[in-house]
């Protein structure tokens, strides 16, 4: 807003203002007195343009933004602690009781035990915030000295470990709380509130589901896997324990709400490839792999707001090609079929077998 307003245009006024009987070239008198003052005037009108951008959700960053969006009641998502279970046993290989507390450690992680699952199954949380938590999967060593214990594993995670939120994560559901106007049990209201709960990477509301008063919302972990059994579990007690509709979780009295979890489907993919001189394709396979997962991974995070997703072979063929040491692709197909494959609403794509031909 504020751009024109340079260290030459407010130097050029200035010295408009100053008789023309006076000597106003480079170097003299009155010119050295108005070029600092001029200096400082251009940096007051940069700062001014920053805050001026600040002062608006489409423009602010960092702090800016997150007080923005808190005056609408959207806060900013902070780093999150991943929570794991873990399992522990004694030298006759029979699962154990450990002490709530006691401290884990895994590949530089330390994990302490916050609840028991089970007999000897319990849910450890990651002293370190964020998805490095959600890494490892294996032995764990104790830090602290625990009778009896012969072996102790990290298995699977319960809710995934989240990275502070960024600015455009955040503005996107500034806007969308704004827009939508969340209120009294609406779709945006669902949305909204499971959207919002650690370790959701998004949801997708079905209301009338199974009849009036039934709701049916379907969620993606914030790692953009489908969520584990226990995750859903969580969501689903915070929301409508039991699903009985009594108003005992946050769902209105009166809806029956159903937490489902995104359901995975492998994609298994053929294709002919024609190889570039001195390439095999055992050579290529991990790359080809990982350029199949990375497209993967990008419909599952277009999932919540698109009704069905489509894995497109021309896709797969593009992120193929761009590895190097193939000349061309032809032939490819997908679950034994040269077609696109539309998948249902709460389905999401995932990487199956790979089979290259060269």
Do not use: C
Request: charged fraction near 20%.
């Amino acid at each position: 807003m504020y751009e024109h307003q340079t260290y030459f245009a407010i130097l050029e006024r200035m010295l408009e203002r100053v008789p023309d009987e006076v000597d106003k070239r480079e170097g003299s008198i009155i010119f050295d007195a108005l070029a600092p003052a001029a200096a400082e005037m251009a940096g007051f009108y940069q700062e001014l343009d920053i805050q001026y951008g600040l002062s608006f959700a489409d423009t602010a960053t960092g702090e800016f933004l997150t007080r923005r969006a808190a005056e609408h009641g959207v806060r900013r998502r902070s780093a999150s602690a991943s929570i794991r279970i873990g399992k522990f046993y004694d030298s006759a290989e029979a699962t154990m009781e450990v002490l709530l507390g006691s401290r884990f450690a895994a590949s530089g992680i330390a994990y302490a035990v916050r609840e028991r699952e089970a007999a000897g199954v319990y849910r450890l949380e990651a002293e370190a915030v964020g998805s490095v938590g959600n890494v490892y999967s294996g032995v764990l060593l104790p830090l602290d000295y625990i009778p009896g214990l012969a072996r102790a594993e990290l298995v699977d995670v319960v809710v995934p470990g989240e990275e502070e939120e960024t600015d455009s994560e955040l503005r996107a559901r500034f806007v969308q709380a704004v827009n939508e106007q969340p209120f009294g049990g609406n779709l945006a209201d669902y949305r909204a509130k499971i959207g919002g709960f650690p370790g959701i990477g998004g949801v997708k509301i079905y209301p009338a589901w199974n009849g009036g008063g039934t709701v049916k919302a379907t969620i993606i972990g914030s790692d953009f896997e489908p969520p584990t059994a226990g995750l859903v579990e969580e969501v689903q007690t915070i929301i409508d324990p039991g699903k009985t509709g009594q108003g005992i979780g946050m769902a209105p009295i009166g809806h029956k709400v159903t937490i489902a979890p995104a359901l995975p489907i492998a994609m298994n993919i053929v294709t002919q490839l024609t190889l570039q001189t001195g390439t095999t394709t055992a050579q290529l396979e991990r790359d080809v792999k990982t350029a199949l997962e990375a497209y993967f991974l990008s419909l599952r995070r277009s999932w919540s707001g698109e009704n069905r997703l489509v894995v497109r072979i021309s896709q797969l063929e593009t992120r193929i090609l761009s590895i190097p040491g193939i000349a061309d692709i032809t032939g490819t197909t997908l679950n034994g079929s040269p077609v696109n494959v539309e998948l249902q609403a709460d389905e999401v794509p995932k990487a199956g077998t790979v089979t290259l031909h060269g």
